[in-house]
């Protein structure tokens, strides 16, 4: 089975710019939740979801939005960067519907956003 | 989401046993302890996860104590391929797979 794949790797943008990074799941899993990863502040939750629904979403301003598509895979954007914006963004899906008392997620590589 | 105190970083020898100690003095009766391990520039892998006394599995041990407020993740006899960053969770079941990973334990393991 394929793992969780993100497009793009690695992405350089300027400051004001808008950009969207693209998560495709492992086949089957419904789940998908999206994560800011930076030296100061670690790995942070941004959003999860679950068909095409956001149940959760992490503390980040607005200029973060996701949505997720029927086949389950899920795009993230964030408008107006910001140089703070530059890190690596993980997604991550998992099979099994969230709340059952499993909490195994699969992780991507990753996108690597450089805001200059 | 529920918070964690985790140490910044250790260090170890090869072939010895490594144990880190996780504090969620916050924990609630449904929450359940989630273990993590991150190589650089990889993304996290599940390691473990329990909910109290011990789990153990091929790649680690997970202690409980009655208490539930803290956690002891113990990896028998480290390799030099153990070095990476271990993350502890504390997951509740109504905030599904929002999960806080905070920075996370850096392992160093040295010949």
């Given at each position: 089975k394929a793992g969780v794949t993100q497009t793009p790797r690695y992405l350089i943008k300027t400051r004001g710019q808008q950009v969207t990074l693209s998560c495709s799941p492992i086949s089957g899993h419904r789940s998908v939740s999206w994560y800011q990863q930076t030296p100061g502040q670690g790995l942070q939750f941004l959003f999860e979801y679950f068909s095409e629904t956001q149940r959760n979403k992490g503390n980040f301003p607005g200029r973060f939005s996701g949505r997720q598509f029927s086949n389950s895979r899920s795009e993230m954007n964030v408008s107006?960067?910001?140089?703070?914006?530059s890190a690596l963004y993980l997604c991550a899906s998992s099979g099994v519907p969230p709340g059952t008392g499993t909490y195994e997620q699969y992780f991507g590589p990753g996108t690597r956003l450089t805001v200059t | 989401l529920a918070k964690t105190t985790q140490p910044i970083s250790m260090d170890s020898y090869e072939g010895q046993e490594v144990n880190i100690t996780c504090s969620?003095?916050?924990?609630?009766?449904?929450d359940y302890i989630t273990w993590y391990q991150q190589f650089p520039s990889q993304g996290p892998r599940f390691i473990i996860q329990g909910y109290k006394t011990k789990v153990t599995n091929e790649v680690a041990s997970l202690f409980i104590p009655a208490d539930r407020k803290s956690s002891t993740l113990s990896l028998p006899?480290?390799?030099?391929?153990?070095?990476a960053v271990y993350y502890c969770l504390v997951a509740r079941p109504n905030s599904?797979?929002?999960?806080?990973?905070?920075?996370g334990t850096s392992l160093l393991v040295t010949p």
């Open positions: 107006t960067l910001e140089l703070g914006d | 969620h003095n916050n924990i609630a009766t449904n006899r480290v390799s030099l391929s153990d070095t599904g797979y929002a999960l806080n990973f905070g920075k």
